[in-house]
């Protein structure tokens, strides 16, 4: 008998075309899927569960993998998600992924878009660890999904790309939540449980920067060649406000550098 195809929601990139069928996801593949399919193998060879498996492609040529139970956070964000502890446990599992994906060997792949130079060369970064892009499971976040960004690139790209978007990183009235008033707190906190090592502590700041003008990029890029879901995210208030936190950065760059010290 045939399972039904439940609609999974939180994505933009695939919004509408992610669906559950048992204890299984399909997903629509790209170019570089293959890389992407490598990547997960490994992970799952190692003993890595922090990650879907990779199961194969079905008959509508859509890779299929593991369903992870638990849930993805999606807005409007719960509480559970916006607690130190939940940010604590997302630092883990992003530390977690990059021990796991040390050993990888990503040579025989062609893969999506790098970070800029000066963040790259040291493994495959998952480069999207946005909320909806983490399972939680019991207010712990226990597995990154979608890793159709990942490439060759290094762990500050990932640990500045999560922070800006789980501490969160960007000024108060942006912030309407029990996160508002605690950004260098929380910023710290994520910094100190992933264990950032001294010498790339005075780095992080100027890869916040870069990263968040390098998701604006692609979000703009893919609005420009008609992605509707990217269209409809990418609107004048949306430009506006991604302005106002770069220059934030810039103005808070100091500020942010002290919080880790
Ligand atoms: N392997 C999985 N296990 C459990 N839930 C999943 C899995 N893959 C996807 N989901 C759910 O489906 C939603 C959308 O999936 P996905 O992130 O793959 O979509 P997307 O459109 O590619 O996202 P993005 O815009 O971040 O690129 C997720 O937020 C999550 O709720
Ligand atoms: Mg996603």
């Not at 039904?4 to 899927?33: C, D, F, K, M, Y």
């Not at 990547?39 to 879907?52: K, V």
């Not at 630092?91 to 790259?120: G, I, K, N």
């Not at 159709?148 to 501490?167: N, V, Y």
Request: proline share 7%; with cysteine; aromatic share 10%.
């Amino acid at each position: 008998m045939n399972q039904p195809e439940i609609p999974l929601l939180g994505g933009t990139a695939n919004r509408g075309q992610v669906v559950r069928v048992g204890n299984t996801v399909r997903r629509p593949q790209r170019r570089t899927s293959p890389a992407i399919h490598a990547l997960l193998r490994h992970l799952t060879d190692i003993g890595f569960d922090g990650a879907p498996r990779f199961i194969g492609i079905d008959s509508q040529q859509r890779e299929v993998l593991s369903y992870i139970p638990g849930t993805a956070v999606t807005p409007p964000y719960p509480d559970w998600a916006l607690t130190d502890e939940a940010l604590v446990s997302v630092a883990e599992l992003l530390r977690a992924y990059h021990q796991a994906v040390r050993t990888f060997d990503p040579t025989p792949y062609a893969w999506p878009s790098s970070p800029p130079e000066s963040f790259t060369g040291e493994l495959i970064s998952h480069n999207d660890p946005n909320l909806d892009n983490v399972v939680f499971r019991a207010g712990k976040a226990v597995a990154l999904i979608d890793f159709d960004l990942a490439s060759p690139g290094g762990r500050l790209w990932d640990i500045a790309c999560t922070a800006r978007l789980w501490a969160p990183l960007r000024p108060d009235c942006y912030i309407d939540d029990g996160r508002r008033g605690r950004v260098p707190d929380r910023f710290r906190l994520f910094i100190d449980s992933y264990g950032l090592v001294d010498a790339d502590r005075s780095r992080v700041v100027d890869a916040v920067a870069q990263n968040h003008n390098w998701c604006y990029d692609n979000v703009r890029s893919s609005a420009a060649q008609g992605h509707l879901a990217f269209s409809e995210y990418w609107t004048a208030a949306a430009t506006e406000r991604a302005d106002r936190i770069c220059q934030w950065y810039l103005e808070n760059g100091q500020a942010l550098r002290a919080a880790l010290v």
